[in-house]
């Protein structure tokens, strides 16, 4: 079985990435706060709403934050349950990790005693909540951007911010060969499986791993060869031309001025 | 080795940025003049690829599974700098889609990952493996040590950026507001974790896969070509030197290694017993040189001499492993082998 759970692991792992993708594009094109801004202006905002997520300095600020989010998240019509899955999916391995341990062992005030022996200190509680709620704000600000922004918009608008035209060509061509080598790969796993009847010691799994990962390699170099003659016999000269269309409206100009204003309170409020 | 946002402050997001944006335009402009006008189809699909090997889940004894970087193959296959920017865009899009590694935190994750891990393992690969043929297993030596290496020295900056925190950026009242951990338990932790965990997996599949590459798609690893010097060995001749000509400075210091206490030593330091198993093998074993120095000699003399002495016996005995190795190599005559394909 152990062979068979470790081809089963990767089949459904990357299945799940699939889907996830999938759910995503449809949930771009419905019609919400966030879908409706320009997205320079939301790449820009959001990321200053990351930034003053890393800079605030107290529980309840983070709380507030983690409100307007949601607020945010309910007014492009992302289902609450499915948006607090994408953020949560990351955040315990790291969490449990570091903040649950920080909880018992930074030394301070006494909060819970048991027996006369402090258990968690203030300071311990305060640290973990502050890492716990900074890392679930600054996570779904990423999460909401990526679920309301097209990836050709998201492009467009790393090209407008002067991102290097070469790093922003090879993200969005990245981002679609990502998908025809997990599907070959996926294939790979699923024949293999389907020829597995009984099990293999994780060590001839790993060199079964290590063979499917050289010709997927292989695959990749032929692939680069044959993409890139493609793109020479249609008049390739190294540049990519795109077509911009941005237009700023009313609402991107009230998002603006609502995100500055927010932003000022919440760093202002950093020194009450 | 993922750091999520909100575990490094701002400022050290920014700092992590700026030191990994010098490394990204060298990396640019180097990969542009190899591969010109291929460099975005050559590099986004093999970005592609190094985001899917991240992907794999590897077996590993015990039944469960771990991920691997690859950024030592990449590198290997591709050339140092064509690795930094695969991988960074890889994380990229981990970032960006997958929430795994934050925004802010994307340069610090570049750095360790796309630019230390890479830029070491290969280095360590090439001194292992330079003016072999391209079929050499001296290449999968140099391929499993250098990704190994690259990866406990990615986790060791890692585990510095994250030990800094607590010291730097806390409230009134001492309650860290980033990563909790100072250097003393956040170092050591990534550290062991990665010596021993992840360290052995990404070795295993960077060799793995090297081995197989070999057997099947030797074009795809550059062989230096015979008889050529590859003109960069002096460095590491020149750093090597260095470091032997600085062994007098061991001299300054009296205290003892830590953990490397002898028995008498023991005592001194105030434990006020010694335990029964260390006096039992204490002295089990009559080092040739105790403490690094002969009898009846000064004890400065004594000390530079072992230091010759061990500088030897290392390089001959490295000699000998080179040279048993290269012998092992020459008379195989490549012979395309039937190996059945994956897949």
């Known amino acids: 079985m152990k062979g068979e759970g470790f081809l089963t692991k990767n089949i459904s792992s990357f299945t799940h990435l699939l889907e996830s993708v999938i759910s995503t594009e449809n949930l771009c094109r419905a019609q919400g706060l966030l879908q409706g801004l320009d997205p320079r202006v939301k790449v820009v905002t959001l990321v200053l709403f990351i930034v003053i997520v890393g800079l605030a300095r107290s529980l309840s600020i983070l709380a507030i934050i983690f409100i307007l989010v949601l607020t945010l998240s309910f007014l492009s019509k992302v289902s609450l349950v499915f948006f607090l899955k994408r953020v949560f999916l990351f955040i315990p391995i790291f969490a449990a990790v570091i903040a649950i341990p920080a909880l018992f062992i930074t030394p301070g005030l006494p909060l819970v005693t048991i027996v006369g022996k402090v258990i968690i200190t203030e300071q311990g509680a305060r640290t973990a909540g502050l890492l716990f709620l900074r890392v679930t704000d600054s996570l779904s600000f990423g999460v909401l951007l990526i679920l309301t922004t097209p990836w050709t918009s998201l492009l467009a608008a790393l090209r407008w911010l002067r991102m290097p035209s070469l790093l922003v060509d090879i993200l969005g061509m990245t981002y679609r060969y990502i998908f025809l080598l997990l599907h070959n790969t996926n294939s790979m796993f699923l024949a293999r499986r389907s020829r597995t009847i009984g099990s293999f010691s994780s060590g001839e799994n790993r060199r079964w791993l290590a063979r499917a990962l050289t010709t997927t390699m292989a695959k990749s170099q032929h692939l680069s060869e044959e993409v890139y003659l493609a793109m020479l016999s249609r008049g390739y000269q190294g540049e990519i031309r795109v077509l911009n269309d941005f237009k700023m409206k009313l609402r991107d100009f009230l998002w603006i001025a609502f995100a500055l204003i927010a932003a000022s309170i919440l760093l202002w409020s950093n020194h009450l | 080795m993922h750091i999520p946002d909100g575990y490094l402050s ?12 010098p490394f990204w335009y060298l990396a640019i402009n180097r990969v542009r003049k190899v591969l010109t006008k291929r460099t975005v189809p050559v590099l986004a699909i093999f970005a592609a690829f190094s985001f899917v090997l991240m992907m794999f889940n590897v077996p590993i004894p015990g039944g469960t599974t771990a991920h691997a970087v690859g950024a030592t193959l990449l590198a290997i296959v591709l050339g140092p700098w064509a690795a930094v920017l695969g991988i960074s865009v890889a994380l990229g899009i981990q970032a960006l889609f997958f929430g795994d590694g934050g925004l802010l935190t994307f340069g610090a994750n570049c750095f360790n990952m796309a630019i230390v891990m890479p830029l070491v ?16 297993p001296r290449r999968i030596l140099g391929a499993v040590m250098g990704s190994y290496i690259g990866i406990v020295a ?52 960077t060799g793995g896969v090297v081995a197989y590459l070999l057997r099947t798609h030797s074009s795809l690893i550059k062989a230096d070509t015979p008889g050529k ?20 400075l061991g001299l300054l210091d009296s205290g003892t290694a830590w953990g490397e206490w002898g028995v008498d030593e023991l005592q001194n330091i105030g434990l006020g017993f010694i335990p029964q198993g260390l006096q039992k093998f204490a002295g089990w074993w009559p080092a040739p040189l105790p403490d690094y120095g002969f009898p009846r000699m000064g004890a400065v003399i004594g000390y530079i001499l072992s230091a010759l002495v061990g500088i030897a016996l290392v390089s001959f005995l490295l000699w000998v492993l080179g040279r048993w190795l290269n012998r092992k190599n020459l008379p195989k005559q490549e012979v395309p082998s039937k190996e059945e394909s994956a897949g």
């Open chain 2, 229 to 248: 010097k590859e003109g960069k060995l002096w460095i590491l001749w020149g750093a090597l030197g260095l470091l032997a000509l600085a062994t007098p």
């Open chain 2, 10 to 21: 701002p400022a050290t997001c920014g700092t992590m940025y700026a030191v990994s944006v």
């Open chain 2, 121 to 136: 393992g290969y280095f360590i690969y090439k001194v292992i493996s330079s003016n072999s043929e391209a079929t050499s």
């Open chain 2, 154 to 205: 990615a986790s060791a900056a890692a585990g510095i950026e994250l030990g800094i925190q607590p010291a730097l950026f806390h409230a009134v009242n001492g309650t860290p507001l980033y990563a909790p951990y100072a250097l003393n338990v956040a170092l050591p932790a990534m550290l062991s974790a990665h010596l021993a965990v992840a360290g052995p997996i990404e070795a295993a599949v």
